[in-house]
């Protein structure tokens, strides 16, 4: 395929990576790792799509929920999903908006064996500490993303499970759901996050499969436009 060398492309694109052409000199989908997504909700749903439209070939989802009503307005799914189990729903919309094929799991996590990149968008205390039961000191993990999010602000973790610096830090940040600060029902969650995460997210996987700096942390409130990093 020839390229327009003005816009910096490399001049020998392979025929399967054409419509991957403006992103080559950011990351080529082959350089992507397999990721694991436990929960396709309000985070795992935008971010399996981020993924795929950047090209990851190797993704998998966990999630034992359905598609509800209350889950259109935050969420990837349409009016036709209600009723499917949410990894099904998302297959279908990655392969019709990005081509790409996921593999769904519609069952909950628990002690299934995973490796590569692993990202957890799960909605609860308890349920991130039983995801971190799983992988901590998983030497098949060299990256596990945690996701948190609540109306307008998110939090984002990634962690080598085998980095005993690493494992000190991240269960440092793990409280109980008693302590967690729960928003009111009407205030919990907004489309505009759930995008803003999906791509802060799939920028992290980026900069893992470069070799760049990965960010121990994220943490940004789109009220304010407030965005900090460790």
Known sequence: MATDESDGVRGNVQLGEQRFWRQVDIVLPEELPAVTVIGAGGIGSFTLLALAKMGCQRLTVFD??????????????????????KVDAADEVCFVLANTKIYPV???F????????V???VDSMTSRKDVWKQIKHNVKVPLYIEARMGAEVSRIHSVNPCDPDHVEWYESTLYSDDDAVEAPCTAR??????????????NQVKKFAKR?????EIIFDLKTLTLMTQ
């Open 64 to 85: 034992d929920d359905k598609v509800e009503d209350h889950n259109l307005p935050n969420q990837l799914y349409g009016t036709d999903d209600i009723g499917l189990y």
């Open 106 to 108: 519609p069952v909950k």
């Open 110 to 117: 628990s002690t299934q064996q995973i490796e590569g990149v």
């Open 119 to 121: 990202i957890s968008g």
């Open 189 to 202: 969650a907004i489309i505009y996050n759930g995008f803003a995460i999906a791509a802060l997210i799939a």
């Open 212 to 216: 760049e700096e990965v960010y121990k």
